[in-house]
């Protein structure tokens, strides 16, 4: 049996199709002894610490089983009733991704609560958008700064508690109030109120079509809007991805997501890609999650932890390999013996049967090189998960032949959210591999050009997208809901409309935006309309094309697809972050932040002495001329139209803090076009 049908004929006690809360029930049954969780010391002012759980050691992780996080899931549920939760209750989490954020998850499902996530970079105005939309009667918060945001727009909210996460001073006049109450305050107040039978009776309260999540969007392109998201669309999709990489019978040696399994929790939970992929999914399979200090500090508490598996988004494998080759290149000798190792990995990737000769250079380089990185990320890495964004191919093919390998997969905030995911035993390096069990795909031709693609065998065209995973649409948007979705009726009379149609349906290529309720149920003859135009090719395997509202159209006529251009510097030593532009104009050009280590190790090498200012160094012709030949370079790889013709370096990042980039680390376009309209304006004077 090969592994497409061991897939489709797969299920155990894991595949059960329940409610969020019997699915942990039952897995911290099967597994109560087993590690849950695992938390650094040093990091949080813990309200639960001295209540709850001993502290941790300064910079190091203590654990928890999944007895004890039962206990304190239950604990909190009935803290929270006694606050006024019951079946269909929205409540805010407004957190960073940690220990406490999936405990609260948790309990907050259990009470019969819809848990509306806020993102920790939400100014106060954003975070009284997400809290009022979805009439949130309470909010989790996670420390002082945070409740300061929330008490300065509470007035135009209608909330009748806060709780926070972490300790603050009470002593504080504001903050004296019997509306607001700390993490450890709900769990001890539901320790003294709990009854077990009385619990039993709230789960059974709960259906799988009742509304478990509103997550927003990331508004990038308008007001976020809230995706509604049932236990059963978040059961689905914990199930379609178990059957991907769970234990199955016929895995044999490909490494697999069970109990076993470490993984390190560091993208936000806020996002519907780490609370499928790095919370339902494994506290479901009853493996541990260790939550990291930051993002900044993943590599550190990798090698703390000794994960077995992660989830990430392009970006921090970009800066990840960035980290990697810096320390490899500490003296001219451990750099080319670390290009060779690549060049080496690369090859013994890509080669269907590798012969003695390539075997032997591939153990002197996991000898010298590769196992050094992997004992840099703690030394148990069997595959690495990525999603959010497009993965560059060079860059995941690197990763593979280090024996890091990345299974990059794609879905949607609507898709709850995988859609497709390489399976362990066949990743296809430069695809996001086939689609999972029960979720149907087609495309939609009529949105793109097919003489562009005319020598691809297979289909090109919009993505769309029926299962059991699939939203029913938008929080209070019934008119948008209906044009997220197309019937087949629509399609075989000529298709669902233009790219620009697909367009305005499409926010941020992390989630196709369009608005509804949870009246406007999607019947078994809609499609959901991702806005991405994709190639579906011969052997299931899909290829991720472009965006189709991100499509760059110059005044010429040409249609520029960016992403695939900026992909091509993911591996650069010397370009950081790139965006292309050129929408309306006679060619293409392009933003470029530099790499500041990167250009300072070619500048010693070459004897070079670089101005100290960024700004300087921006404006500094020999890094222009550096940055110009790596320009050339990617260049090489595409169609005359579509190579970059001028670029402006810039000396600011782009960060969530400058409101640059998402809280997923995607690039907020809009916004750089704003920033940097100067500098682009120039390049077409």
Known sequence: MNWREAERDFSDEVTRMTTLPRMFEASAERNENRPAQRYKGGVYDRSLTDSVLPAAPDDEFRSIPYAEMRSIVRHLAAGFRDLGVESGTRVGLFSDTRMEWAQSDFALLAAGGVVTTVYTGSSPRQAQYLLDDPGATGVVVENEELLDRVLAVEDELDLEFIVVIDEFDERDDAFDREDILTLADVHDRGAELFDPDEYESWLDERDPEDLASLIYTSGTTGQPKGVELTHHNFRSNVNQVYTRYGPR??????????????????????????????????????????????????????????????????????????????????????????????????????????????????????????????????????FFISGGGSLSAELCALYHGMGLPIMEGYGLTETAPVVAVNPPEEPKVGTIGPPVVDAEVRVDESVVSQQKYEELPGDVGELLVKGPNVTSGYWNRPDETESAFVSDAALDAGGAGDAADAAASADDGESAEADGGAAAEASDDRWFRTGDVVHLRPDDYIEFKERAKQILVLSTGKNVAPAPIEDAFASSEVVEQCMVVGDGRKFVSAIVVPNLDGLQKWADSEGIDLPDDEDALADDERVRERIQREVDEVNENFETYEQIKKFRLVGQEFTEDNDLMTPTMKKKRRNILERFEPEIDSMYE
């Open 249 to 382: 019978p016929d895995k044999g040696d490909v490494p697999a997501i069970d109990q076993t399994t470490q993984t390190v929790s560091f993208l936000p939970l806020a996002h519907v890609f780490e609370r499928l992929a790095g919370h339902f999914l494994m506290f479901a399979v009853g493996a541990c999650v260790a939550y990291a200090e930051s993002s900044d500090t993943v590599q550190e508490d990798f090698q703390t932890v000794g994960p077995t598996t992660a989830t990430s988004v392009p970006r921090v494998y970009e800066k990840m390999y960035d980290a990697i080759r810096e320390q490899a290149q500490e003296s001219d000798l451990k750099a080319r013996i670390f290009e060779w190792a690549t060049d080496v990995g690369r090859d013994y990737h890509e080669a269907d049967s590798p012969g003695f000769v390539l075997e032997a250079k591939r153990k002197v380089a996991d000898k010298l090189v590769f196992g050094q990185v992997k004992e840099a990320l703690g030394g148990n890495v069997d």
